[in-house]
């Protein structure tokens, strides 16, 4: 994606279906929940850009693996993830919480919580010509990530504030998930049309070898039934479908 003549967020995909989001001027990268180091390294090293910070939305080992290698070779680098996470992310070296603001890449990036998946999940927003939305594992395209360690109305509060942002914004997940709960949602609701053609458009990205993300909130609010759920029990009912779901 390019929003502009000097900035851009360039996907790398690694292990079975993470996907690291490097954002980018001609100098500077922002790294999004490095699972690995070396890809990361390398993109650095072949495009001569210095690392400027590593954001953590949450503590698994697919977002946070490769970090300490990455100090190791900028020793320098802001590690921004939650203050409540200093024990699981302990080379944080600025702790942030919801509502937080911060400086990178001369844009003003905001902290929002987005607790369910684990019981601190942070994202990242700014709104550049186009708003961007970093969510790590809280939304995927036409899902939501798993309720591992928050409650269902947690998580079901932590969509709600992502609806509320302005309809443009482009959001980045960090797993390629969208065909499979594209026929999980089909299970759902088996005559939905705009689900059909989603999954003939995803396919078709895939076959080309592409990233079905990032995703427009406008779009995602007509596929996702996570986010169309418009009540607590209906989202709690979908999850728990989704958990036993193979
Ligand atoms: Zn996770």
Request: charged share 30%.
């Amino acid at each position: 994606m390019e929003f502009n003549k000097e900035q851009q967020i360039i996907g790398l995909r690694v292990l079975s279906d993470n996907v690291i989001w490097l954002w980018k001027n001609d100098k500077y990268v922002v790294v999004i929940d490095p699972a690995l180091s070396q890809p990361v390294k390398e993109y650095l090293k072949a495009n001569d850009l210095k690392l400027e910070a590593i954001l953590q939305t949450h503590h698994h080992s697919d977002h946070i693996g490769g970090t300490k290698e990455l100090i190791h070779e900028w020793p320098n680098v802001k590690v921004i993830a939650s203050a409540k996470e200093k024990d699981r992310i302990p080379f944080q070296n600025l702790s942030v919480k919801h509502g937080d603001k911060l400086k990178l890449l001369d844009e003003e990036v905001e902290v929002i919580e987005v607790i369910g998946h684990t019981r601190s999940h942070l994202a990242f927003y700014f709104n550049n010509e186009t708003p961007v939305l970093f969510v790590g594992d809280t939304l995927f395209s036409a899902g939501c990530g798993r309720v591992f360690e928050g409650t269902y109305k947690q998580m079901y509060n932590s969509l709600k504030k992502i609806k509320s942002l302005p309809k443009n914004t482009l959001i980045y997940c960090a797993h390629e998930y969208t065909k499979s709960n594209l026929l999980w949602a089909l299970d759902i609701e088996p005559e939905n049309q705009t689900l059909k053609k989603k999954l003939i458009e995803v396919k078709k990205k895939i076959a080309l070898k592409e990233l079905t993300i990032p995703f427009l909130l406008k779009e995602e609010l007509k596929i996702n039934l996570f986010l169309r759920a418009d009540n607590l029990k209906r989202f709690s009912y979908l999850r728990a479908n989704k958990d036993s779901w193979v």
